[in-house]
């Protein structure tokens, strides 16, 4: 049985690098990778961790950024969420939105591990839902209130 709040990590391969914080309180644990590869430019690669984990109860693994490989060498995280009864090899997809191939070294740190609490919620379906002064604005509504969203939230008065 898992302890509460542990996150367990098995290596899959001799170069594969025990997740790490950089300091206290990081809220991630850096990932490494375990292989030498090139995300190319305007492309992309999957880069293996050389690791299988499993996270405490309660929480999923979201694979991030980092911001340094962002700003210096415009290389971005793609979708990572590893759900706590996944325990295949853990991957992460890099963009590389420069003009230049990136070198991934062994060992380099590649993304960042974040454990985050999830509910998991049982599902209704509903004839409606509550209507909201929000409404279904979306995609920057929030910027500034527009005329129908007034009119929404003066029918609610």
Known sequence: MQPSNTLLVKKLSSSATIPTRGSPLSAGYDLYSAEETVVPARGKALIDSGLSIAVPEGTYGRVAPRSGLASKHSIDTGAG????????????LLFNYSEADFTIQKGDRIAQLILERIVMAPILEVEDLD???RGSGGFGSTGGFGKAVKD???SLI
């Open 81 to 92: 969420v590893i759900d706590a009864d996944y325990r295949g090899p853990v991957k992460v």
């Open 131 to 133: 209507v909201t002064a």
């Open 152 to 154: 929404v939230a003066e």
